[in-house]
């Protein structure tokens, strides 16, 4: 195929975006099936203690109750997780982990028989001194919460000789920054729809993030093999890392509920039932020291990094990898050493979230590379610049990359179309009494794939039927971040197929094949590059048809605008339904499954040192901000995002994701902030915890930059995560520069704001 492309690059809107945006398209909540019942979880509302009774004998009797599961009602093992061995029960007891933990599931006719009744479940718990401080929770004599101990996951990262590296620096700034816990707070909740079907099956509809996990949970405890199970998965309002551990719970009990009852149980978490009962993205404290030379040269940096894992493991090993692995942020840094701990505590669990770690230590990462700038005197831009990870140079985990390192590039970009000794002339001229002006910068990168996490491998189909048009199927979700239409996009540019007459499934576990977790900004890359394989055996049948049709090599034959014609004379063309019609009874293959498998990561497991990512994004931000300094209110003024998407399939997606993971940055570090005390959520809802509104949205100005990776599809790399992180440590920067204050921890919250000019 020869470039230019007719589809991929194309700014277009959403496959789906019409069903979305006139309310037609159905969520799991919105599905309706007779003799439906509704199912409430009684949960613990302590932080931790022993089960000592629970008397459920009243909820028994209330009015509209058909069923009140305990652990013991449960046909399998009462577990799940994200990795073995699995730490979470779906009801617990005796031991009791937080205050969202299940202790009963209440099913009735409807929802308030199902609540009443909840709230009359007695549950007689002996309360512990919960355990809420990370380190606390890592002292030699604290209370076990699991019975291996408190510490959740541990790695370690080397590089060089960090001593020799500190012993020749001649500048070294050291600090602790800490960052808070950030909920999901996607549109639409938690929900799960169990299905008894009349020969045995079980269908779950379920608002989630990766299906096939799902299915393996809900098989596993309901006893039921995974074949037997069938997982749909609706459109789904967001998940962003939130929809696999509380819909894994929620699936399972929602199955072992309906194929108890023989009716269809549904599960639809309140906004409150979603702050206690589902995972959010860890509290970090972060211990960060970098030496560096005069004319600023970073030569070792390190970094004790603990997370706070509250009560259950979920994704927090993989959230440890990436938080140690990326703290050395962008930059060739030669002598590197960085501790990263998970720890258990009796809140409720962390677990995925996007950008996975990312955005905490780049927060503090980039707060200190400003740090070191002041210290040395340096334009924080050419500091960056300086110290920049290019082609050919070793980042920290020591692997060296010849294409798609686009760092450089969008510091670039941001500093000619930001215009940025302009920005530093404007940051304090306006300056008055009261409001104040500054201007930060962040650089970042993210890996994308699994990694060190695990192996990815996406299976996809792709099949033409006779009309020329085409469906596409794989196993990773779409979530609202348009991978859908990008899928499309790639089958269509390959088949020379209209948009309008490409498909792609929604998931449904009987119909496409188990592709992996969604996550680690790997859809586009990795699941694009199974299409794109799935889609190319296709296009020879129909090459190798057409080419039969025009008397002609099949070489000699290209796809597009829905037809086949020869590269040589255009006019010679015949219709691709034709072509499909023929290649379909003339027995050529017009469906193919196609497994793609990223180059598998290969380092040592002591020290992470090796191949570790297939590819990054690269991105760096510039924000101006203006300060109230009576009110503490922060108005961004400018927001340019500049990020290294190897080509963008869609850049209209693209800049979608940017604007969207941007905001979700400031509210990471300006506004949202999961309270708690004593163990207990204080603000478990949108009126107490703030997430950014419309009024708040950001100026965000994206600036692409397309170094191609080998690895993604017509070079592409995800960028789901990537700019949460970099807008996070943007927006630090600015209004550290318009306070001339450093704020090491996030949230800067208006009151925060005033506390620290207030000190
Ligand atoms: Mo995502 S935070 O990699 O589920």
Redesign the pocket.
Known sequence: MTAPFRTIGQPVGKIDGVELVTGRARYTADLQFPGSLQAVARRAGVAAGLLRHLNVEEARRSPGVVLVLTPADLPGPNLIGILPPFDQPLLAGPEIRHEGDSLALVVAETQEEAEAAASRIVAEIEPFIPLLDPEEALHADARKIHANGNLTFAKQLLKGDVEAGFAQAEVIVEDTYRTSVQDHAYLEPEAVLAVPESDGRLTVYASC?SPFHLRGHIAVNTGLPASRVKVVQPFVGGS??GK?DAVTEMGSLAGAAALKLGRPVRIVHSRRDSFLGSHARHAAIIHLKTGAMRDGTIIARQAEILLDGGAYASESPFVVMKALIHVAGPYKIPHLRVDCRAVYTNKRQAG?????GVPQVTFASESQIDALARKLGLDRWELRRHNALTVGEANATSQVFHESVGLVQTLERVKEEGDWPACLKRAHAGDNPRFKRGVGLAAMMQGISNGAEGIDVVGASVQVSQDGSVLVGLGLTELGQGSRTAMAQIAAEILGVSLEKISVRQVDTDTVHDSG?T???RTTTVGGKAVWMAAQTVRTSLLEMAGLMLKAPAEAIELGLDHAYLRENPQAQIPLAQVATAAYWTGFPLMNLAFSRAPDAQYDHETHQGQIYIAYNYGTHLMEVEVDTWTGKVRVLRHLASHDVGKAINPLGVEGQVEGASLMGLGFAHLEEVLEENGKIRNANFADYQIPSFAERLPTRFLPVEEATSNGPFGAKGIG?PPLAGAAAAFTNAVSDALGISFRRLPITPQRILEALEG
């Open positions: 993030q962003f890392g696999d995925a979230m996007r950008g996975f977790p996550v680690a900004s995560e």
